[in-house]
């Protein structure tokens, strides 16, 4: 969800550098850096400190 509303916060920003006067890949490539900031966010968030969950069965892995 967070990746589409980047995405659709891109696309209002490119809209208004567009209608500003900008040139309009250069403006989309605003919208293209929100979405790549977005994703990055989306995969590296579990791996953050806080956000992982010790003690779920099969976290780890045991000699036998």
Not at 53 to 62: K, N, V
């Amino acid at each position: 969800m967070g990746i589409f509303l980047s995405f659709v916060a891109g696309l209002v920003v490119w809209l208004v550098l567009w209608a500003t006067g900008a040139k309009s890949f250069d403006a989309f490539l605003i919208t293209i850096l929100f979405v790549i900031i977005a994703a990055a966010f989306h995969i590296a968030w579990p791996y953050l400190p806080g956000n992982r969950r010790e003690g779920q069965p099969g976290d780890s892995w045991a000699p036998r």
